[in-house]
């Protein structure tokens, strides 16, 4: 169950900044709980990681902000000082906090990304990391299985990364019919019953692909995508994914294929995505289905727990004693 609970506004530290949450975005890893790490071993926990905010308070030694300004906040820092930390895998620290206002965390947004467009960052830098994972190249083709926020993102950041096609697969034609409106790019309707192997089989006909792709960005949940790659391919699990697959081994290990996993966002992911968004390379407004005021937040998460819409977002606090 959800409850709001009045808490009190940060004191203001040497270099740090207050940042007053103006909305924030119901993930889908929000109402599964599902969103992992040290946070998740602490209760209550303060739902809303995809947060957009204005500087409300800066510290003496901070000179990048002023109050005022917007800004989109990485939800999450490192310890700095373990060994993932010190080898660039910050995204992987086993210490990593959720959710702070290091300067080094917030990145200023301009003036023509509204507040509302600004949730859209984290998702997206999703998306980047996943496409960097996988070493998206120009004229490459792509297949994404599963078009949610997460699978559109991706699929947008595809393109934007220079992808010559982008395939898009889904269980939900309405999906998919979004998916076309949203960005260039084919689709295929899935038969949920359907075996892995098979669904591949038809999705490599339909679109002539049958050496296979070169990357497979899987974002459903559902091991398809490993059987669409031609030799060599690379294949990333964008999405939560189950916890314990059945990984087709045989198939990985004939083609040589390349797998990774995906967690959060690495080194410069976060101004990555904000540049894509600010250049218009990918246009997250259109993703924006409803605003819930703060004291209705449970009809966001609600309405993503139904899969009505593609990304609801909640109202922060209007007013706060200071």
């Not at 905010?53 to 990048?64: E, F, L, N, Q």
């Not at 959710?99 to 949730?119: A, G, I, M």
Request: proline residues 4%.
């Amino acid at each position: 169950s959800a409850k709001i609970v009045d808490q009190p506004v940060p004191a203001i530290k040497k270099e740090r900044d207050v940042v007053r949450i103006r909305y924030v975005g119901v993930c889908g890893s929000d109402k599964e709980r599902g969103f992992q790490r040290k946070v998740t071993n602490e209760k209550p926990i303060i739902m809303g990681h995809e947060a957009a905010g204005t500087i409300d308070a800066v510290g003496p030694a901070v000179t990048s902000f002023k109050v005022g300004d917007n800004v989109a906040i990485e939800p999450g820092f490192p310890c700095r000082r373990c060994k993932n930390c010190k080898d660039g895998l910050y995204n992987l620290c086993p210490d990593m906090n959720f959710l702070s206002s290091q300067r080094t965390f917030v990145y200023k947004v301009p003036d023509d990304v509204s507040l509302q467009e600004t949730v859209l960052v984290e998702p997206t830098a999703v998306a980047v990391h996943a496409a960097r994972l996988v070493e998206i190249k120009y004229g490459q083709t792509v297949v994404v299985t599963g078009s949610g926020t997460v699978g559109l993102l991706c699929g947008a950041v595809a393109k934007a990364f220079g992808a010559r096609r982008v395939i898009l697969v889904d269980i939900l034609q309405k999906k998919l019919d979004f998916a076309e409106s949203f960005m260039d790019c084919q689709t295929f309707l899935v038969d949920a019953q359907s075996a892995s192997e098979d669904t591949a089989s038809a999705i490599s006909r339909a679109f002539g692909i049958d050496e296979g792709v070169d990357v497979v960005i899987e974002a459903s949940g559902a091991l398809t995508g490993i059987f669409l790659l031609k030799s060599g391919g690379s294949y990333v699990q964008a999405g939560l994914g189950k916890a314990k697959p059945e990984v087709p081994m045989l198939a990985l290990s004939e083609k040589e294929l390349r797998a990774r996993g995906c967690f959060r966002y690495g080194s410069d992911d976060y101004e990555q995505a904000l540049s894509l968004i600010t250049d218009g390379c990918v246009k997250v407004g259109a993703l924006l289905s409803s605003i819930a005021p703060f004291d209705s937040a449970t009809l966001a998460w609600d309405k993503t727990a139904k899969g009505n819409g593609i990304k609801n977002i909640i109202e922060g606090v209007r007013d706060y004693p200071v």
